[in-house]
């Protein structure tokens, strides 16, 4: 056994005791003839390596094993990664070195999408700036700069300018109202990884997105941010559920990393139309999240209501319009008075100033593109809007219904009451199939007392009979030519489930394989369905759509026909519908029916959309609320069946172009199937039809049809 001694024992000279320690190597020989032996020291694990003992014995000179054991050391840790510099999101270990800090991504690479650029510096501005200090580009990662087109570029760049605050200061907002179809998704996602990842100073400019969004579209949400930026980041999405699962995947969430929440009601980004009226519970409850930064997303037009300006603007921007007392004095007043017809020259001049203004104000944060974009980017779309013929039977039960219910005395008299809407309904679904009516029939409600008589002999509401409809006999034919004569996937939109049964029944009958989408689905299974029928590979012809679940965002690009089997109060809903198949990823030329009943009340209802598309204030949710947007005279309309014409429609626009029917001239040029409906193609026969399945549909029960594309040709689709 050796001896040691322990290092507090130095001080006075004199051991405090003997203790034994197992030394690991070979111990020093004594010298020969040595009487006394030399006390060995021990030497402590946790000394300091480089530090230099000033009271050690002189038996510890220096030695040559001492100099390397310190030279290594002295050497700082050096990354074996070529030009490794670390993540930007966290704080490396380590002494802290000097240097000019650098973008995440090169600024000067072909392609870079860069949305900020620091100000060059002079000589003697780079030598007094603090290298620390010095802002750096903000580029959009390359993963998605090298997807985006030029005008979601241009957009991602207006989204970033305003929520930092450099479009206007001090506010943090936008609105993003493309139309549908021009990547608003994409943008959004590309503007949050952009703002988790970088800023000018080096760091994130935020730590978590929330995205608020229907619940139907919440997987959609999170497919997409997957498809984008695949493992690099790892979403939450919360579809629904009780409160406390909520309060747990929430909880799980903030123990971990992701840098990015998904969820069906929370606030970066989400349809903003919804949020119009600053009375209801959803703007009221988004309102009070504590969110700096928040974008509105629509893919329906922003349309020429004071009131939706500035519940929209005050939502993202809050004060820059003022209060609502303040805006109603400054900016709605003078505006309506000035549009008055009546108005003084003064009153019309000061209108049109503070229009001007609240327009300079609002478009510093609203960026909007319409879809004629996509034509360079897109198959070419064919938009047809085809009359029916009544059959005899649904002409009967109409003229029966308008005799019996009597909802044109009740609006004589003044009166908008709850039969005058009832009817209404009603119409609307015997233009659809005599069978949406046949329960009525049979327990004889006002306007059909009666009418089973009407019924052929043995009819049963089991089996579905297309030729007691005009549009179910065309639509008939439709399917039936499409089938045989292509492989195009075809999809059914309606406003009534019951409708939607219908299709089914029809469905059944000709063997056709579907699918069926309506508000009783639960949200998994939606995407599941949605996923199946675009595989190009799927079995099923037709998808089935109540137009109130169709959604924002649908993405129905397996089709490329379209059916709208019946209009709906708001156009909206329409456009938003229309755009399930024509958007990004579809490589086939599409083709829309809109399918109206010639001389009825589908028609009125058409006719309300093309005029007042432009004007929120005209437009509907809800058959309740028709008396708040109809005067008198315009709902006495409604109820009035014109049997002898080819298309109420194409008389009330009283074209210049046509001839008994015929165009004589053809749609100005540059006009395409935005344009209003007087600039489209007319026909009252086949002869001037461009799409093939239609003429051979034709003579089943089609009395006239009005056509356009959207562009001239197809180009490449990159």
């Known amino acids: 056994d050796q001896i040691c001694i322990l290092p507090t024992d130095f001080g006075n000279g004199k051991p405090n005791g003997r203790r034994k320690l197992l030394i690991i190597g070979t111990p020093k020989r004594r010298k020969p003839g040595s009487e006394i032996e030399r006390r060995e020291c021990y030497v402590s694990p946790f000394r300091k390596p480089l530090a230099q003992l000033t009271n050690r014995p002189d038996c510890f000179d220096s030695s040559k094993h001492e100099a390397f054991i310190r030279s290594i050391l002295s050497k700082p840790f050096k990354v074996p990664i070529p030009n490794y510099k670390g993540s930007l999101g966290f704080r490396a270990l380590g002494i802290k070195r000097s240097g000019v800090r650098h973008a995440l991504h090169d600024p000067f690479e072909d392609g870079a999408l860069v949305l900020y650029e620091p100000p060059p510096l002079s000589a003697h501005d780079q030598l007094k700036t603090d290298k620390e200090k010095v802002p750096v580009h903000v580029v959009v990662d390359p993963v998605l700069g090298c997807v985006l087109r030029p005008h979601q570029r241009e957009g991602v760049k207006f989204l970033w300018e305003c929520v930092t605050g450099r479009r206007i200061p001090g506010s943090h907002g936008c609105i993003m109202a493309d139309e549908m179809g021009l990547g608003k998704t994409l943008q959004c996602i590309a503007l949050m990884w952009t703002l988790l990842r970088q800023s000018p100073d080096c760091k994130p400019e935020i730590d978590k997105a929330v995205v608020v969004s229907p619940s139907s579209l ?64 959803t703007y009221q409850a988004l309102n009070s999240l504590n969110t700096s930064r928040r974008v509105l997303i629509s893919g329906t037009p922003i349309q020429n209501d004071l009131l939706e300006y500035f519940s929209l603007v005050h939502f993202v921007n809050s004060g820059i319009l003022g209060t609502a007392q303040e805006f109603k004095k400054h900016f709605e007043l003078p505006i309506l008075k000035g549009r008055d017809a009546a108005a003084s020259e003064g009153d019309r001049h000061k209108g049109e100033e503070r229009l001007k203004e609240l327009i300079g104000i609002v478009n510093r944060c609203l960026i909007r593109r319409t879809s004629d974009i996509l034509s360079k980017y897109l198959p070419v779309k064919i938009e047809q809007v085809v009359c029916c013929r ?106 009534y489930t019951q409708t939607l049964d219908l299709f089914e029944k029809l469905c059944r009958n000709r063997r056709y394989l579907y699918v069926r989408l309506d508000g009783t689905m639960s949200i998994k299974k939606r995407a599941k369905i949605v996923e199946r029928f675009n595989n190009i590979s799927s079995p099923e012809f037709i998808f089935m759509l109540s137009s109130k679940a169709s959604g924002c965002g649908l993405n129905l690009i397996g089709a490329n026909r379209l059916v709208m089997f019946d209009p709906d109060w708001n156009p909206a809903n329409d456009e938003q519908a229309m755009a399930r198949v024509w958007r990004d990823g579809q490589k086939k030329a599409c083709y829309i029916y809109r399918l109206l009943s010639t001389g009825t009340i589908e028609e009125k209802i058409f ?112």
């Open 218 to 281: 919440v997987k959609n949400w999170y497919n997409e941010v997957g498809k984008w930026l695949g493992g690099r980041i790892q979403p939450l999405a919360i579809d629904g559920g009780s409160k406390g699962e909520i309060d747990l995947k929430l909880v799980l969430n903030m123990q971990s990393s992701r840098p990015c929440l998904s969820f069906a009601f929370g606030s970066l980004s989400f349809q903003g139309h919804r949020l119009k009226n600053s009375e209801n519970q």
């Open 390 to 495: 009544l059959t005899p039977l649904q002409a009967e039960l109409y003229k029966r219904f308008l005799k019996q219910a009597k909802p044109l005395e009740e609006l004589n008299a003044g009166k908008i009451g709850v039969s005058s809407l009832s009817s209404i309904t009603s119409l609307k679904k015997l233009c659809n199939h005599p069978a949406l009516i046949y329960e009525k029939c049979e327990e004889e409600e006002e306007g059909f007392a009666g009418a089973l008589e009407l019924f052929p002999a043995g009819y049963s509401t089991k089996s579905l009979e297309p030729q007691l409809s005009g549009k179910m006999l065309v639509l008939d034919y439709i399917l039936a030519v499409t089938r045989s004569t292509s492989n195009d996937k075809v999809v059914l939109v309606s406003n």
């Open 607 to 718: 006719q309300r959309q093309t005029h007042k598309k432009a004007l929120s204030s005209c437009v509907v949710d809800e058959e309740q609320d028709v008396e708040r947007h109809f005067s008198l005279g315009e709902l006495k309309e409604l109820f009035i069946l014109n049997e002898t014409t080819a298309s109420d429609t194409h008389d009330k626009i009283k074209c210049r172009r046509c001839v008994n029917g015929h165009h004589v001239r053809p749609p100005p040029e540059g006009s395409d199937c935005t344009s209003d409906l007087s600039q489209w193609n007319h026909c009252a026969d086949k002869r001037g039809l461009q799409d093939s399945v239609l003429k051979a549909a034709w003579d089943a029960a089609i009395t006239f049809a009005f056509h356009h594309q959207s562009h001239e040709e197809q180009r490449g689709i990159p």
